[in-house]
């Protein structure tokens, strides 16, 4: 018998309900406090029945958690039932909720812990939370032919090397001030362009990139900011900054910074894969969407005989889809969570997870 997970994401600028569908060998107990019967261990097969999102765009400016939180709280319950219509269930169908517990945003991820728990309670169902981090990867390797792949998480609030190593997702390399994300956002908002501006600045860069004018287009140098298996942002975002106050082509910093950036990117992916000695890399989060960051990393994983896979956009980015799936397996593998221990967790490392699902 299916099983139906419905996953609610809330770290950030998302409100996004999923609701997932399990394959035929992950029956849970009945509902309410009957233990029922465990079933036979099976790999579970994902079926996005539905994914819905909205998202919180501030007037100017960067994110304001509690204006984000505030629209979360006010879209949470159209969210659900859209995702409810879209999957042709009711309430009644549902088996399992899942939230994004962390990390991210303290009043978006209250926002979306508290109607989560006002569900799993009003319907008498399980409920569990998920790593935000470790989401992106389940369903990366949910929905494309990735088995054991390095991640590379992209997204406005993280930026991290990702992989699989005893019993844990070990986390190779990460930001050590601002994700890329956010750094691409700060920079549009001093180019005047509103959020989200990763895909503005690649429209620039690509422009600059092949423009006709020129056979090698104009590269402006900005700090390359890798320290050892990690990276910094903020340095490459001053830089870029004042060489805009000092009359620099717009097109020339964006695509400069992409090259820049994204390069620092590939590099500790590449160094990541050699040392968790693995042949797959995975690109999620929502600047996995830029079309230049796929060109590179696939590049590379070329020129080492390795295989790319990205996730369609819409499982790219923050999404309920992801938390339901991984909320699925976690309970699955025998993961129980009381009410008491969902609270959310602002920090949640992703390599504080004990992953038993594997």
């Known amino acids: ?180 994300g956010n750094m691409l956002d700060k920079f549009g908002r001093s180019l005047g362009i509103p959020f989200p501006a990763g895909p503005v600045l690649e429209r620039n860069a690509a422009l600059h990139r092949d423009s006709v004018d020129s056979t090698i287009p104009q590269f402006i140098e900005l700090p390359y900011s890798v320290k050892g298996m990690d990276l910094a942002f903020s340095g490459i975002l001053t830089a870029a900054e004042a060489k805009l106050r000092d009359g620099a082509s717009v097109p020339a910093l964006c695509y400069s910074m992409q090259e820049t950036v994204f390069a620092m990117l590939v590099e500790v992916t590449e160094r990541a894969m050699a040392h968790a000695e693995k042949g797959e890399v995975l690109l999620g989060g929502g600047v996995a969407s830029n079309t230049r960051l796929r060109d590179m990393l696939a590049r590379m994983a070329s020129d080492r005989g390795a295989k790319m896979h990205v996730p369609e956009r819409k499982l790219c980015v923050d999404n309920g889809a992801m938390i339901a799936w991984t909320g699925l397996k976690m309970y699955k593998a025998g993961v129980r969570m009381p009410m008491d221990k969902t609270q959310i967790r602002q920090r949640f490392r992703t390599d504080e997870v004990e992953v038993t699902w594997r």
């Open 1 to 180: 018998m299916p099983v139906l997970c419905l996953g609610i994401e809330g770290t950030a600028h998302t409100l996004g309900v999923g609701i997932v569908e399990g394959g035929p060998d992950g029956a849970l107990p009945p509902k309410g406090n009957a233990p029922g019967r465990r079933t036979r261990e099976a790999p579970l097969k994902c079926i996005v029945r539905s994914n819905e999102m909205v998202t919180y765009v501030p007037l100017e400016g960067g994110i304001h958690p509690r204006e984000a939180a505030n629209h979360h709280a006010e879209h949470v319950l159209p969210t659900v039932k859209q995702a409810l219509e879209k999957a042709n269930l009711t309430l009644k169908d549902i088996d399992l909720i899942a939230f994004s517990q962390g990390p991210g945003l303290g009043p978006c991820l209250r926002t979306a812990a508290t109607a989560a728990r006002a569900l799993a309670a009003s319907l008498r169902v399980p409920i569990i939370g998920v790593n935000h981090c470790i989401a992106h990867l389940e369903i990366g390797t949910a929905t494309t032919p990735a088995k054991d792949p390095v991640l590379l998480y992209v997204s406005g609030g993280n930026t991290q090397v990702i992989a699989f190593v005893e019993g844990r997702y070990r986390v190779f390399g990460e930001t050590l001030d601002i994700g890329v």
